[in-house]
T-cell receptor
Framework: EPEVTQTPSHQVTQMGQEVILRCVPI?????FYWYRQILGQKVEFLVS????????KSEIFDDQFSVERPDGSNFTLKIRSTKLEDSAMYFC????????????FGQGTRLTVV | KQEVTQIPAALSVPEGENLVLNCSFT??????LQWFRQDPGKGLTSLLL?????REQTSGRLNASLDKSSGRSTLYIAASQPGDSATYLC?????????FGTGTSLTVIP
């Protein structure tokens, strides 16, 4: 069964450092998303990406965040200067189309900012 | 903004029982609703997807229903097993994003 792959599974970083979270979506999918889940809280939407540009972003997705699809297969989330409150599980998802399609989520990257 | 609520927040049942998890959403203009399973510290595993035009979907011991007009979905688990212990999340797709509920933490006692 096709799957979304995320690396690394766990990253510890110092406050103020830049981190890049990586995702390999399912190969024929066109819509890509990043979500995050702070421990004990809801899964929250960060950003959606289609046709090499951001479709929608949440209030959480401020100037410290950016997304990129550098090589047609990887999909990355960059946090420029991490804060303690960025500590969360980050999930990547991909869909074949925006609606009426099943969302496939990766196993997540646990980011710990110290 | 879509608000998704799941009741109960936690549920503990003896093995073999049938159970129902509830999901409600405030905006009925959804394209589909998806149920996920999340094991502690792990990712989201898709269980069932119900399109907005469908009333229910079945996969093995799982059956999900959708009543879009009333903003409700249920996940029915038949003959529960200890391996079913996990958090179950519902998520509604409004076209731009998925809105997730807070989840129901299920414990099946052997």
């Amino acid at each position: 069964e096709p799957e979304v792959t995320q690396t690394p599974s766990h990253q510890v970083t110092q406050m103020g450092q830049e981190v890049i979270l990586r995702c390999v979506p399912i190969s024929n999918h066109l819509y890509f998303y990043w979500y995050r889940q702070i421990l004990g809280q809801k899964v929250e939407f960060l950003v959606s990406f289609y046709n090499n540009e951001i479709s929608e972003k949440s209030e959480i997705f401020d100037d410290q965040f950016s997304v990129e699809r550098p090589d047609g297969s990887n999909f990355t989330l960059k946090i420029r200067s991490t804060k303690l409150e960025d500590s969360a599980m980050y999930f990547c998802a991909s869909l074949s189309r925006a609606v009426f399609a099943e969302a496939f989520f990766g196993q997540g990257t646990r980011l710990t900012v110290v | 903004k879509q608000e998704v609520t799941q009741i109960p927040a936690a549920l503990s049942v003896p093995e073999g029982e049938n159970l129902v998890l509830n999901c409600s959403f405030t905006d009925s203009a959804i394209y589909n609703l998806q149920w996920f399973r999340q094991d502690p510290g792990k990712g989201l595993t898709s269980l069932l997807l119900i399109q907005s035009s469908q009333r229910e979907q079945t996969s093995g011991r799982l059956n999900a229903s959708l009543d879009k007009s009333s903003g409700r979905s249920t996940l029915y688990i038949a003959a529960s097993q200890p391996g079913d212990s996990a958090t179950y999340l519902c998520a509604s797709n409004t076209g731009n994003q998925f809105y997730f509920g807070t989840g129901t933490s299920l414990t099946v006692i052997p």
